[in-house]
């Protein structure tokens, strides 16, 4: 980021705004300093104004299954691994009264797993701690619980060509909860903040022992740790713009792991993974 004009870093230009008028090309660097300066402010006025009382949506990235084993990312990028900040990370919950819909919406599902989210019309109770089918015993088969878990991450790609210049959002199915969970307490063990490292996401096969399906797993690790100029980059560019767009919109923008309710075979694959964890208290 050495090369870039030294007016960027003197006024601040966000890096959604640096990247508009860098692709100008010499459109924009042969003009001179003071109209630079005038277009610079406004394209941040502008960028401004676009945004001002919209809900952003952010871009999606998916694990890809049937023996795939890669993740796709925006701009329709399907990758063995990549590297990314993860800013945001947070439960989600999701209940349907049929287990046999296929491609229905769920009737109760929370954003942040502690209560259901404002768009449900019956929530089944006030909280997800008091609901009764967030109890491991509560499924239809094995020992886990009807209520669906899953958990969502929002993450700034790193060198990712044709890559959004917002943050994306990946919906982590229950195969890949054990990892997760595992990596994010070595992150607390470690005393560093997800948001202040590199993480690499590696795509992994993961073969049930109970049904032999194989899925798309993930693998992380902690690259390296973002300078302090990095890290107060990220935060002005990509937390502080967007924050109020990383817990919104519910299983509806997931329609692959999350977004339709488990099949019967899905069921007994989830059961098996959720027996292990039998004596858990709900989350």
């Known amino acids: 980021m050495s090369d870039l004009p030294a007016v960027f870093t003197e006024l601040k230009v966000p890096a959604t705004v640096q990247q508009t008028l860098l692709d100008l090309g010499e459109e924009f660097s042969s003009l001179p300093e003071e109209d630079q300066r005038e277009l610079i402010l406004f394209k941040i006025e502008q960028a401004g104004l676009t945004t001002e009382g919209v809900q952003v949506k952010l871009p999606k990235a998916?694990?890809?299954?049937?023996?795939?084993?890669?993740?796709?990312?925006?701009?329709?990028?399907?990758?063995?691994?990549?590297?990314?900040?993860?800013?945001?990370?947070?439960?989600?919950?999701?209940?349907?009264?049929?287990?046999?819909?296929?491609?229905?919406?769920?009737?109760?599902?929370?954003?942040?797993?502690?209560?259901?989210?404002?768009?449900?019309?019956?929530p089944q109770t006030g909280t997800c701690a008091a609901c009764p089918h967030n109890r491991f015993g509560t499924a239809s088969q094995g020992r886990g619980k009807r209520c669906k878990d899953n958990k969502r991450?929002?993450?700034?790609?790193?060198?990712?060509?044709?890559g959004s210049h917002l943050p994306c959002l990946l919906q982590l199915p229950a195969t890949v909860l054990k990892s997760i969970n595992a990596y994010l307490s070595d992150c607390v063990n470690a005393g560093t903040e997800i948001g202040t490292m590199v993480t690499k996401f590696r795509a992994v096969d993961?073969?049930?022992?109970?049904?032999?399906k194989v899925s798309t797993g993930l693998e992380f690790e902690t690259e390296r740790v973002l300078s302090i100029?990095?890290?107060?980059?990220?935060?002005?560019?990509?937390?502080?713009?967007?924050?109020?767009?990383?817990?919104?919109?519910?299983?509806?923008?997931?329609?692959?792991?999350?977004?339709?309710?488990?099949?019967?075979?899905?069921?007994?694959?989830?059961?098996?993974?959720?027996?292990?964890?039998?004596?858990?208290?709900?989350?």
């Not at 063995?80 to 947070?90: A, E, H, M």
């Not at 990095?230 to 792991?257: H, M």
């Open 206 to 212: 993961v073969v049930n022992k109970h049904t032999g």
């Open 62 to 122: 998916k694990l890809l299954h049937a023996n795939a084993c890669k993740i796709e990312l925006p701009g329709d990028n399907a990758v063995k691994d990549f590297s990314g900040v993860i800013l945001d990370q947070y439960s989600t919950k999701a209940y349907w009264e049929d287990e046999d819909a296929d491609g229905a919406p769920p009737d109760c599902q929370s954003v942040g797993g502690i209560v259901p989210a404002s768009w449900v019309k019956e």
């Open 153 to 162: 991450l929002v993450i700034r790609l790193i060198d990712v060509d044709g």
């Open 229 to 283: 100029g990095e890290q107060l980059k990220l935060k002005r560019e990509f937390i502080d713009p967007y924050k109020q767009d990383f817990r919104v919109g519910g299983f509806e923008s997931f329609d692959d792991d999350a977004g339709a309710a488990e099949t019967p075979e899905e069921r007994k694959a989830s059961a098996a993974m959720s027996d292990a964890n039998a004596d858990g208290a709900a989350i």
